[in-house]
């Protein structure tokens, strides 16, 4: 355990020295500064949260640009994984650290859990900020803050073991495009599934709930997205709307949380599966 330990603090100091680390800082710096502007511009147009209008505006935009910071965590979060264990493999620094007593399925744990402490500490500083923006602005507070924060950093450490798992077989560059193209087509899938509940088409809305069990990233957002959401605001919309791209009328259950997590198991299991038969 303390190898692994070990191996998860090498991680987090490598991956703070990479230009990736500089790259996501400015994006969400970008990303915060703009929500600020453009929550006080709700705030100058509504005088605060007091009407169902103002409440509307407010948890949709809240949502949209929390999809930002999980877009810029996937991006991050993937685009390190490759390098991180694939690059290692290729520059031969993985070679050199096998000749020591370490085994293969360490190394992959450690970079694993480093990866995920980095995507949570991410998502907790850039939420709890832009909660903070939020307060200040338009005096609003989403309802369940920590559930959301943990699924966002569920949905980042299900596309990263993803992008693990790749990195054990391509090239890192490869790996970083594949995981985030699988996010995206996820997200589109949910889109459509959500056209289909809307149209009352179950084949259409079956394209959601498959995509949603084959990669949980689209699941885990939508359940952050309830999360976030003020209570009368699905009240309020919820005899007319039944899922839109940023507003999800049903908290996630039990169920599917348990395969989220099952998912993310399997995943890096095989990934350890593929590094310990791989060459290096």
Known sequence: MRTVLTIAALTLQEGSRRRVLRSLAVLTAVLLGLSAWGFSEIAADYGGLTSGEAKV???TVLNLVMFGFSLIAALGTAFLAGPTLSGEVESG?????????????QVLAGK???LVAFGAGFVTVAGVAQFVIVRVTVDYWPPHPVTGLLLLAGQTAA????????????????????????????????VVGSVGDALGNPSVAMVGTVSRMLLPTDGLWRGAMNSFQDPALLAQVGSGVEESPFLSMQPLTWVYLVWA??????????????FQRRDL
């Open 112 to 114: 694993w859990l480093g």
């Open 57 to 59: 505006a407010g948890s």
């Open 93 to 105: 620094v993985a070679l050199a650290m096998m000749t020591r007593p370490i085994r293969r399925v």
């Open 159 to 190: 596309l990263l073991t993803l992008g693990l798992l790749f990195s054990t077989a391509i090239s890192p560059m490869a790996s970083g495009i594949v995981a985030v193209g699988l996010f995206g087509a996820t997200w589109i899938a949910g």
């Open 261 to 274: 997590a099952v998912w993310t198991a399997l995943v890096l299991g095989l990934a350890a599966l593929s």
